[in-house]
């Protein structure tokens, strides 16, 4: 007599675990239990049926050369992307998350069957259990003759057996983890395993666009619209950080340069050091001139053709070109 597959009977694979085995048994047993259905071959699968669970549920005496496990088994990671502004990510924020879960169904106890199937006429042979073909009446093949058909699904979860269950958890993100970096939530991934433990919970920050800065690794970059005329003097100007607004000494002549603020960027945090806060200067020129900024300006270029040399050395140069040519 060949080795009969208990497993196969439930519907398992051989792996399934103990709360496996007793779910496929109750759904089963109430599928088949002669009193619920009247097929005639319902008490004999009852049997089996049964007889797999008992079988299968005597397993642990049943693998002794099985290898002791070292590790605690445990349920899967799950991941999860969590996003923040800028400032909560320097500065550290609590924040909700969602994680989706689902639990067994009370109402059919998982199984995903009601105890009580509704009972409807086969419109395929309408109630007879037979049809009529070439060969003359075979058996219905849309209630497998029985002459109706027994819709069992467990109204209350649509016969998945399990509703879903979303948990919300309350997050710390520690002050100044830089977006990409990854929190571990320990025991809140996948269900745990027989005898073992849940799985656990990655988050990977993420940040959100800002509308001021721009973060490269751990720098923050800014862009600064400063006048013509402040860029030409130099001076002070307001930069903002992600600790409020600094003033910054401009000097002469910085059109066109790039003023770096070591320490000024995202935080540090462990032994990373904090970044540099990097201005991009933007040169504004006004729409239009009064006329004590053009009489200014007139002034200011006066002064300069007489210091040319010593001001602009490649505008004296360029003279002397013109005037070679001349
Ligand atoms: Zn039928
Ligand atoms: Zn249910």
Request: net charge neutral; hydrophobic share 35%; charged share 25%.
């Amino acid at each position: 007599m060949s080795a009969v597959d208990f497993h196969q009977i439930l519907g398992l694979t051989p792996d399934a675990s103990a709360a496996e085995i007793k779910r496929a048994y109750k759904r089963l047993a109430m599928r088949w239990h002669p009193d619920r259905n009247p097929d005639p071959q319902a008490h004999v699968q009852f049997r089996l049926v049964r007889e797999a669970f008992e079988r299968l549920s005597r397993v642990p005496d049943q693998a002794p050369e099985a290898p002791p496990r070292r590790h605690t088994p445990k349920g899967a990671d799950r991941r999860m992307d969590i996003e923040v502004d800028l400032h909560e990510a320097a500065r550290g924020a609590t924040v909700t998350v969602t994680i989706e879960g689902r639990e067994a169904c009370d109402e059919c106890d998982g199984t995903g069957q009601r105890s009580y199937g509704r009972t409807t006429m086969c419109g395929t042979c309408y109630g007879s259990g037979r049809v009529r073909d070439e060969g003359g009446l075979t058996p219905c093949t849309a209630c497998n003759g029985k002459g109706f058909t027994t819709d069992n699904h467990c109204p209350a979860c649509t016969g998945r057996g399990w509703n879903p269950a979303d948990r919300q958890l309350a997050i710390n993100i520690p002050a100044a983890m830089l977006p990409g970096e990854e929190l571990r939530v320990a025991g809140q991934g996948g269900p745990a395993p027989e005898n073992g433990e849940p799985g656990d919970l990655y988050l990977t920050l993420r940040a959100k666009p800002h509308p001021i800065f721009r973060l490269n690794g751990h720098d923050l970059h800014v862009t600064v619209p400063v006048s013509i005329f402040r860029t030409l003097a130099g001076g002070l100007i307001e930069v903002p950080t992600l600790d409020g607004i600094r003033e910054v000494l401009l000097s002469e002549a910085s059109a066109g340069t790039e003023i770096r603020v070591p320490k000024a960027g995202f935080p540090g945090r462990g032994r990373r050091p904090a970044g540099d806060l990097q201005v991009h200067l933007e040169t504004q020129y006004p729409q239009f001139l009064s006329k004590e900024q053009k009489a200014m300006l007139e002034m200011a270029e006066q002064v300069l053709l007489h210091q040319l040399e010593a001001q602009s050395p490649s505008l004296a140069n360029w003279n002397a070109a013109l005037e070679a040519y001349r």
